[in-house]
C-alpha cells in the first residue's frame, strides 16, 4: 500500500491519504480475500423474551486481515458493495451458515425450532440469481427453508417496486422468513408494510438504547408499543436488537416484543458458543 503513489501530491490532509490508501487497499484485497478463506462469522443468539430461550442466531460477518487483524463489516462491506464483490461474499456466509444451522439442529433434534438469519445487502437482492442460489444452498445443506430468514434493511426497501420484491415474495412462498432489519430509522410508511413480504420487524438499536434511562422517556415507550401493537395486527413478529441490560429487555417484554438479541444475552461469537449456551430448550 506504500507504493500507491502518495507522495505525488501535496495532500492537506495525511490522515485522510492513509484512509483512503488503506480503503484502496482493503478493496483490492478483497476478492484474494475471499480466496484465501481469510473470512469467518461470528453468531449472535435470538432469544424468545418470552422464556429466554435461545431460538436462533444471526451471522454476522468478519475479515481477518493478514496486517490489520480482524475487520468488522463496517470496515468492508460498503467497498464488497462498491465491487460487486458482495454477491459471492454473500453467497458464502449464506452457505456457510446454513451449513451451520443443520449442525446445530442436528445436536438439538428435540429442542424446537432453530433458525439461521443471514443479513442480504441491497446488491444481491436484485442480482437475478439471489433465488435460485438460496433454493440450492438449502438443498445442498439438507436444511428446510423455514429455518432461514434473510434480513433486508428497510431502506432498501424503501421506494420498492415490483420487480425488486418479486425474489423476496417467491422467498417467502417457499417458506424463507424475511426480516425488515433496522426498522424505524427508514420514514417508511407504517402502511406499506402490508405490501412488504415481510414477517419479522428488527427494531432499530435507537429504540433500545431509549430504553436505558429508568423511567424511560414516556413518548419513546408510547412509539414502541405503537409499533408492537401494528407490527402484530399484520401478524408480524417483533425481534429487539442492542439489548444491553436486563432492565432493558424486562422493560422490552412489557412492551410486547417477542425475540431480543443484544450483549446482554451475549456477544457474537464463534459457533461453539451457541453450544454453551443452553441451546436450547425451548419446548419446555
Ligand atoms: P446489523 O445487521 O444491524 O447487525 C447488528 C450489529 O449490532 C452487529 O454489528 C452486532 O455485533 C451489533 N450488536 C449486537 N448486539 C449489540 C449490543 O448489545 N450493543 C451494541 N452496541 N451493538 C450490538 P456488526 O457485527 O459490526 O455488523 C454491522 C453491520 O454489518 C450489520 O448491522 C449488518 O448491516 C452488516 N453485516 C454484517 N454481516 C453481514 C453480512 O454477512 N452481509 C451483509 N450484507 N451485511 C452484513
Ligand atoms: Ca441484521
Ligand atoms: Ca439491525
Ligand atoms: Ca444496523
Given at each position: 500500500a506504500k507504493s500507491a503513489g502518495g507522495n505525488r501530491f501535496e495532500l492537506a490532509d495525511p490522515e485522510a491519504d492513509a484512509r483512503a490508501i488503506t480503503r484502496h487497499g482493503l478493496t483490492t484485497a478483497l476478492p484474494a480475500a475471499l480466496d484465501r478463506g481469510e473470512f469467518f462469522i461470528e453468531y449472535q443468539p435470538l432469544v424468545h423474551?418470552?422464556?429466554?430461550?435461545?431460538?436462533g442466531a444471526e451471522a454476522l460477518v468478519r475479515w481477518l486481515h493478514p496486517q490489520h487483524g480482524v475487520l468488522g463489516p463496517d470496515r468492508f462491506i460498503p467497498l464488497a458493495e462498491h465491487t460487486g464483490l458482495i454477491v459471492p461474499l454473500g453467497r458464502w456466509v449464506l452457505e456457510q451458515s446454513v451449513r451451520q444451522a443443520r449442525s446445530w439442529r442436528e445436536r438439538n433434534a428435540d429442542a424446537g425450532p432453530f433458525r439461521i438469519n443471514v443479513n442480504l445487502s441491497p446488491c444481491q437482492l436484485t442480482h437475478p440469481g439471489l433465488v435460485q442460489d438460496t433454493v440450492d444452498i438449502l438443498e445442498r445443506a439438507g436444511v428446510?427453508?423455514?429455518?432461514l430468514c434473510l434480513e433486508v434493511t428497510e431502506s432498501a426497501l424503501i421506494g420498492a417496486d415490483d420487480d425488486l420484491l418479486k425474489p423476496l415474495r417467491r422467498l417467502a412462498e417457499m417458506g424463507v422468513d424475511i426480516a425488515l432489519d433496522d426498522f424505524g430509522t427508514g420514514y417508511s410508511n407504517l402502511a406499506n408494510l402490508r405490501r412488504l413480504p415481510v414477517s419479522i420487524l428488527k427494531l432499530d438499536r435507537s429504540f433500545t438504547q431509549s430504553m436505558q434511562q429508568f423511567p424511560a422517556d414516556p413518548v419513546d415507550l408510547k412509539i414502541v408499543e405503537g409499533i408492537v401493537s401494528l407490527a402484530h395486527s399484520l401478524d408480524l413478529a417483533v425481534t429487539v436488537e442492542g439489548v444491553e441490560t436486563g432492565a432493558q429487555a424486562e422493560q422490552l417484554r412489557i412492551l410486547g416484543c417477542d425475540t431480543a438479541q443484544g450483549w446482554y444475552y451475549a456477544?457474537?461469537?464463534?459457533?461453539?458458543r451457541l453450544h454453551e449456551l443452553a441451546l436450547v430448550d425451548a419446548t419446555g
Open positions: 423474551l418470552g422464556d429466554g430461550s435461545v431460538r428446510e427453508p423455514d429455518a456477544r457474537p461469537g464463534p459457533p461453539e
